[in-house]
């Protein structure tokens, strides 16, 4: 699993580095965004601007992690979907729980 994880005042940003987040690396994903709510971020941003295909399964861990996040009263945003990945998330209702944001800097000033 490819991610760069930065930080903006007390804000961590998981930048997924990949084309596909499906399946097969969801293990990986969920261990390393775990432990950056582990370590006590309260404010996280989930970059996905360079991922084009999400499976149910992604939307699924998607989730599990703002339970994770939301039980340590915390918040998770997701940045930059492209279109085929906005729309599984709206058809799964995920965005119901997980606030989305066309930028970077939008996200970021809404905490």
């Given at each position: 699993m490819n991610l760069r994880i930065d930080t903006q005042?007390?804000?961590?940003?998981?930048?997924?580095?990949?084309?596909?987040?499906v399946?097969?690396?969801?293990?990986?994903?969920?261990?390393?965004?775990?432990?950056?709510?582990?370590?006590?971020?309260k404010k996280i941003v989930i970059d996905l601007s360079e991922v084009n295909y999400i499976d149910s399964a992604s939307v699924g861990c998607l989730m599990d992690i703002y339970r994770s996040v939301a039980e340590g009263s915390g918040t998770i945003k997701l940045v930059g979907l492209q279109e085929r990945v906005e729309t599984m998330v709206s058809m799964t209702g995920l965005h119901n729980f997980i606030e989305i944001f066309r930028d970077e800097k939008t996200a970021l000033e809404s905490f």
């Amino acid at each position: 699993m490819n991610l760069r994880i930065d930080t903006q005042d007390d804000i961590k940003i998981v930048r997924v580095k990949e084309e596909r987040l499906v399946y097969a690396m969801l293990s990986s994903f969920f261990s390393e965004v775990s432990a950056v709510v582990e370590s006590g971020a309260k404010k996280i941003v989930i970059d996905l601007s360079e991922v084009n295909y999400i499976d149910s399964a992604s939307v699924g861990c998607l989730m599990d992690i703002y339970r994770s996040v939301a039980e340590g009263s915390g918040t998770i945003k997701l940045v930059g979907l492209q279109e085929r990945v906005e729309t599984m998330v709206s058809m799964t209702g995920l965005h119901n729980f997980i606030e989305i944001f066309r930028d970077e800097k939008t996200a970021l000033e809404s905490f």
